[in-house]
């Protein structure tokens, strides 16, 4: 029996998103642990410590060197956090499955207190995502909001450190990982909307590679794919990346969706929301009428400095 090869990052999250993965594939087809090999690989994002993604080129630090190792048959599929994936990307590349998502909603972390509402006027809360920093913006013009890189283990210390009061991390990967005994609070999808994708495990695949999509096929979770469907088209059409405060939530319940979608400034102060439903079939076509919406709602020139 050939091996299938499982490419992932080699962060704790994403080795365990890697391990679900496995294990969904082993029900699914009745297959031994031995039938996988899970192969870590090193991305630029991971490596770049020292300043926002922003600055270093956005979302596909993190995605780069995994999809080299899938468009070359060093690996079989790659499980990614779907929030970190481009809306574009590579030739020869699809995300065609999603496994069921977890909860999308953000988490606080406080050191001192348990609540966003309880820390003291310019306290120090640190975050890496433009979105979260521009949501505490609005909600505490106050803060003084610091750049928070690295895994969840590394934030964390972070914290103990001393280096904030406090620092927003998505729930689900805090659950992946077992820690949700960390969590002080949790913000409402309201608000303090999440990530396109937050919750959600992608798998990509080679076009093309009809045993895998075959196999991928048994564990893809319909509901999460329109949802996906919809934030991704929503992402692309407002040209997201690391550089764009965006936020985009769908829900699928039974043949509708609804969607919710949010652009504000990166210093808090303007946003403009936007709320669509529609038929799940139609998943892609309400992000996009979505994202129209919301861009003749702002005006072309609040998007002035976001390229």
Known sequence: MQTLKIGTRGSPLALAQAHETRARLMQAHGLPEQAFEVMPISTSGDRIQDRPLSEAGGKGLFTKEIEEALLDGRIDIAVHSSKDMPTVLPDGLELITFLPREDARDAFIGKT?????????????????????????????DFEVVMFRGNVQTRLRKLDEGVAE???????GLKRLGLEHVVTDLMSLKDFPPAPGQGAIGIETRIGDREVERMLAAIHHVPTGQALACE?????ALDGSC??????????????LDFTGLIISPDGTESHEVRLDGEAADAAEIGLDAARTVRARAGAKFFDGWA
Not at 166 to 171: D, K, R, W
Request: aromatic letters at 4%.
């Open 113 to 141: 207190v348990k609540r966003i509402a309880d820390l003291p006027h310019g306290a120090t809360v640190g975050s890496s995502s433009l979105r979260r920093q521009a949501l505490l913006r609005r909600m505490r013009p």
């Open 166 to 172: 406090g620092t927003i991390l998505a729930y689900a």
């Open 243 to 256: 550089r764009t405060p965006i936020a985009g939530h769908a829900t699928v319940s039974g043949e509708k």
């Open 232 to 236: 991704r088209a929503f992402l692309a």
